[in-house]
């Protein structure tokens, strides 16, 4: 057993940690207030192979592992939520499912922008009436001639407001439940589609997520992704993956802010010492750094897992769970080291409170990644 | 066009320094290192001029330490080097700048550099040795703390920095070295798919046995982290007494009344 990282890991993780530190770092705080990533960081992130971190370079990506891809999203959000979550959503909700199930000729056509960031992509399955039960799709397809035409909504997509690429799902027959379920890659840019609105939400506020009308909204018949009525494979199958980076996403929320309130613990004086000499404020610092830990090696496992082509559906669920709960654990006690001053927005802890809180909920509550633990247990 | 880069691998500068078990240099242990900052202007100003040449000419990076510095070396590829030379030297940090720079002498001399870049100095050691004496070693012109560097057919002009931020221009002829000062360009981020080019890149392992046969002309004999400075001191007395007692101090501790 072998808990190092490799060399060619340590030097992309010590490459990204810069670029965070120089980039996004000093304007966490701005893309919070203005609820918006600029789109010259987009661009920075996209040149750095951010986009496209574990596709071959023949699809335009950097060709780099599923643990390259965590550390990044990891090491991005310990400076910003926001921005990990584009580049979780992107890679492994879009680019994901049209590497693993598209033809050749849809991983041409459609990878290289994705890889390159000069297409932003998406992943359009939660409806007002399914979230959890993604089996109770309403938006319906229906095939005309060598198009499908597509009607209804989709709700919460991560990405949207950009307007790329997204990876869709419809029935064409609702009482099929998961069985009529197909997915399709969509040009957002095609009309019949609709923006309703982009959530005003409680933290990851730089990142778009986006209500959609869909109305005769037509897809050429070749943007089939996978197989007719194996759709909800294909969804369930990219959320695994998806939740490793979600993981990585928590992981890094909660490293961001363990990092600040180890520090503000040591300059900190009240009753003439450092905080940090409180046992009260010690015993926080220690059960933290525990749950970081352990949510690191859960995650990077399952990614190790993923890159050995071995089953990780189980190490992916409890990864994402384990440390989406560490994420809300970590920042909430960051925030009481900091006293008063952990609620000011200029200590940024706050924001980091606010930013953890959605890596419980989305891609698989923390309840539906419970049921995906006991299932396997059990079967 | 044939160019060299030296490059060290040093701690994380905010790491917290204990003496090792000779008490003449630090304990690694613990300690997170890193591309000493001098050496990142180096790699980006070779690897700027190796893009500017093209095809035909070739950068090579070099460090010399243990295992750990391979690290170093490949951060360098990703940046644009060529390919790398490790000098396998588990004792590196107990050479002194002689014996480093003899190494890299040795190494180079056959090989017909146009121009080596270093960094002026190390962020640990600090010397600024290495960089001169691989120069006076190897016969070539030299300049130091460059701020600004331009080469066109044979010749480097270079901009250096004085005291005062007085600066000054220099030519040399190639064959020639510089040591590169913080500021002299913005070394660039090593890009995900170069980092995973930069993995196809050849490095060269050559064990520091096969190149150093310098003895060290200055041995570094004590390490010692400074004094935790004290609480300060706290005078007592009439105003006349204290002003004598300040003055006694000022003239024992400091130059400002001798
Ligand atoms: C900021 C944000 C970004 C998002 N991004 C995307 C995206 O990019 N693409 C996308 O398709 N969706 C996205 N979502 C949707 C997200 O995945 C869903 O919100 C999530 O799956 C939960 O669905 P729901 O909101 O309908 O809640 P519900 O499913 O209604 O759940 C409500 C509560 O009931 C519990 N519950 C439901 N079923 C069970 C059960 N069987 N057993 C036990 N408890 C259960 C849940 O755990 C939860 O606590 C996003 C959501 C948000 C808020
Ligand atoms: C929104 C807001 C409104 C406020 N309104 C008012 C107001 O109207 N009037 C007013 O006077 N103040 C007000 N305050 C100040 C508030 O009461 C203080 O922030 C609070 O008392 C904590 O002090 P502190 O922020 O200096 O944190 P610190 O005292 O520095 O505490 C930092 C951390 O150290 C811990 N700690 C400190 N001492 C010990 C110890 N001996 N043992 C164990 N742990 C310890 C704390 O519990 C905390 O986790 C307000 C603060 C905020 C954020």
Redesign the interface.
């Given at each position: 057993m072998n808990f190092e990282l490799s060399?060619?890991h340590?030097?992309?993780q010590?490459?990204v940690r810069?670029?965070v530190e120089k980039e996004i770092k000093p304007i966490a705080i701005k893309i919070d207030e203005d609820h918006m990533i600029p789109d010259a960081l987009v661009v920075k992130m996209a040149?750095?192979?951010?986009l496209?971190?574990y596709f071959p370079?023949e699809y335009g990506g950097?060709?780099?592992d599923m643990l390259?891809y965590a550390i990044?999203v990891e090491e991005v959000s310990k400076a910003c939520g926001s921005s990990g979550v584009l580049i979780s959503a992107h890679t492994s909700l879009c680019s994901g499912p049209i590497y693993t199930f598209g033809t050749e000729e849809q991983k041409k056509k459609w990878l290289p922008a994705l890889n390159t960031g000069e297409k932003i992509g998406c992943f359009m399955l939660t409806e007002p009436n399914a979230g959890s039960d993604a089996g109770g799709t309403m938006t319906m397809y229906r095939r005309e001639g060598d198009e499908y035409v597509i009607n209804g909504s989709k709700t919460f997509i991560t990405n949207g407001g950009y307007l790329g690429t997204a990876v869709l799902f419809a029935s064409h027959d609702r009482s099929l439940k998961h069985k009529g379920i197909s997915a399709f890659i969509v040009d957002l840019q095609s009309p019949g589609v609709t923006i309703l609105k982009n959530e005003n939400k409680m933290g990851i506020r730089g990142s778009y997520t986006t209500a959609f009308a869909l109305d005769d909204l037509r897809i050429p018949a070749e943007n089939l992704l996978g197989v007719e009525g194996k759709g909800f494979n294909v969804a369930m199958d990219t959320l695994n993956g998806g939740r490793i980076g979600i993981a990585s996403q928590a992981l890094g929320i909660a490293e961001g802010a363990f990092e600040r309130a180890l520090a503000y613990s040591k300059e900190r004086k009240q009753f003439d010492q450092a905080i940090c000499e409180f046992q009260a404020i010690q015993f926080k610092l220690a059960d933290m750094w525990t749950s970081i830990e352990t949510s690191k090696l859960l995650t990077y496992r399952a990614a190790c897992l993923k890159d050995a082509k071995k089953s990780y559906t189980m190490e992916s669920a409890m990864c994402k769970m384990h440390a989406s709960e560490t994420a809300t654990f970590v920042t909430k006690e960051a925030m009481q080291i900091h006293g008063g001053y952990g609620y000011i927005a200029d200590y940024e802890v706050e924001r980091m409170y606010r930013d953890a809180k959605i890596t419980e909920i989305y891609e698989g509550t923390n309840e539906v990644q419970r049921v995906v633990i006991s299932k396997l247990l059990l079967s | 066009m044939k160019l060299l880069v030296c490059i060290k691998q040093v701690p994380d500068l905010e790491s917290r320094f204990k003496p090792n078990s000779e008490g003449v240099w630090y304990n690694e242990t613990d300690l997170a290192f890193r591309m000493n900052e001098y050496d990142e202007y180096a790699v980006e100003q070779a690897v700027q001029l190796r893009e500017k040449m093209g095809d035909g000419c070739e950068l090579t990076v070099l460090s010399i330490g243990p295992d750990r510095v391979v690290e170093a070396i490949k951060k360098s590829l990703a940046m644009g080097c060529d390919n790398a030379v490790h000098v396998q030297d588990s004792a590196a940090s107990s050479k002194d700048p002689w014996q480093i720079a003899s190494i890299i002498s040795a190494y180079a001399k056959d090989k017909g550099f146009d121009v080596i870049f270093t960094g002026m100095q190390s962020q640990d050691r600090g010397s600024a040795q290495v960089g001169v004496t691989v120069a006076e070693q190897l016969g070539i012109a030299c300049t130091t703390t460059v701020v600004g560097f331009v080469y066109d057919n044979g010749t480097i002009t270079a901009r250096r920095e004085l005291e005062g931020g007085i600066k000054a221009a220099v030519k040399l002829n190639t064959p020639a070295l510089v040591t590169c000062q913080l500021g002299l360009n913005i070394p660039r981020y090593p890009t995900l798919p170069n980092i995973m080019k930069a993995k196809k890149k050849e490095i060269v392992a050559i064990p520091v046995a096969d190149l150093l046969n310098e003895a060290p002309l200055a041995a570094t004999t004590s390490f010692h982290p400074p004094a935790k400075k004290g609480g300060g001191i706290v005078l007592e007395g009439d105003v006349g007494e204290l002003v004598d007692k300040v003055i006694a101090i000022l003239k024992d501790k400091t130059a400002v009344l001798r």
């Amino acid at each position: 057993m072998n808990f190092e990282l490799s060399q060619d890991h340590k030097v992309l993780q010590s490459a990204v940690r810069d670029f965070v530190e120089k980039e996004i770092k000093p304007i966490a705080i701005k893309i919070d207030e203005d609820h918006m990533i600029p789109d010259a960081l987009v661009v920075k992130m996209a040149e750095m192979g951010f986009l496209g971190s574990y596709f071959p370079e023949e699809y335009g990506g950097a060709g780099l592992d599923m643990l390259s891809y965590a550390i990044v999203v990891e090491e991005v959000s310990k400076a910003c939520g926001s921005s990990g979550v584009l580049i979780s959503a992107h890679t492994s909700l879009c680019s994901g499912p049209i590497y693993t199930f598209g033809t050749e000729e849809q991983k041409k056509k459609w990878l290289p922008a994705l890889n390159t960031g000069e297409k932003i992509g998406c992943f359009m399955l939660t409806e007002p009436n399914a979230g959890s039960d993604a089996g109770g799709t309403m938006t319906m397809y229906r095939r005309e001639g060598d198009e499908y035409v597509i009607n209804g909504s989709k709700t919460f997509i991560t990405n949207g407001g950009y307007l790329g690429t997204a990876v869709l799902f419809a029935s064409h027959d609702r009482s099929l439940k998961h069985k009529g379920i197909s997915a399709f890659i969509v040009d957002l840019q095609s009309p019949g589609v609709t923006i309703l609105k982009n959530e005003n939400k409680m933290g990851i506020r730089g990142s778009y997520t986006t209500a959609f009308a869909l109305d005769d909204l037509r897809i050429p018949a070749e943007n089939l992704l996978g197989v007719e009525g194996k759709g909800f494979n294909v969804a369930m199958d990219t959320l695994n993956g998806g939740r490793i980076g979600i993981a990585s996403q928590a992981l890094g929320i909660a490293e961001g802010a363990f990092e600040r309130a180890l520090a503000y613990s040591k300059e900190r004086k009240q009753f003439d010492q450092a905080i940090c000499e409180f046992q009260a404020i010690q015993f926080k610092l220690a059960d933290m750094w525990t749950s970081i830990e352990t949510s690191k090696l859960l995650t990077y496992r399952a990614a190790c897992l993923k890159d050995a082509k071995k089953s990780y559906t189980m190490e992916s669920a409890m990864c994402k769970m384990h440390a989406s709960e560490t994420a809300t654990f970590v920042t909430k006690e960051a925030m009481q080291i900091h006293g008063g001053y952990g609620y000011i927005a200029d200590y940024e802890v706050e924001r980091m409170y606010r930013d953890a809180k959605i890596t419980e909920i989305y891609e698989g509550t923390n309840e539906v990644q419970r049921v995906v633990i006991s299932k396997l247990l059990l079967s | 066009m044939k160019l060299l880069v030296c490059i060290k691998q040093v701690p994380d500068l905010e790491s917290r320094f204990k003496p090792n078990s000779e008490g003449v240099w630090y304990n690694e242990t613990d300690l997170a290192f890193r591309m000493n900052e001098y050496d990142e202007y180096a790699v980006e100003q070779a690897v700027q001029l190796r893009e500017k040449m093209g095809d035909g000419c070739e950068l090579t990076v070099l460090s010399i330490g243990p295992d750990r510095v391979v690290e170093a070396i490949k951060k360098s590829l990703a940046m644009g080097c060529d390919n790398a030379v490790h000098v396998q030297d588990s004792a590196a940090s107990s050479k002194d700048p002689w014996q480093i720079a003899s190494i890299i002498s040795a190494y180079a001399k056959d090989k017909g550099f146009d121009v080596i870049f270093t960094g002026m100095q190390s962020q640990d050691r600090g010397s600024a040795q290495v960089g001169v004496t691989v120069a006076e070693q190897l016969g070539i012109a030299c300049t130091t703390t460059v701020v600004g560097f331009v080469y066109d057919n044979g010749t480097i002009t270079a901009r250096r920095e004085l005291e005062g931020g007085i600066k000054a221009a220099v030519k040399l002829n190639t064959p020639a070295l510089v040591t590169c000062q913080l500021g002299l360009n913005i070394p660039r981020y090593p890009t995900l798919p170069n980092i995973m080019k930069a993995k196809k890149k050849e490095i060269v392992a050559i064990p520091v046995a096969d190149l150093l046969n310098e003895a060290p002309l200055a041995a570094t004999t004590s390490f010692h982290p400074p004094a935790k400075k004290g609480g300060g001191i706290v005078l007592e007395g009439d105003v006349g007494e204290l002003v004598d007692k300040v003055i006694a101090i000022l003239k024992d501790k400091t130059a400002v009344l001798r």
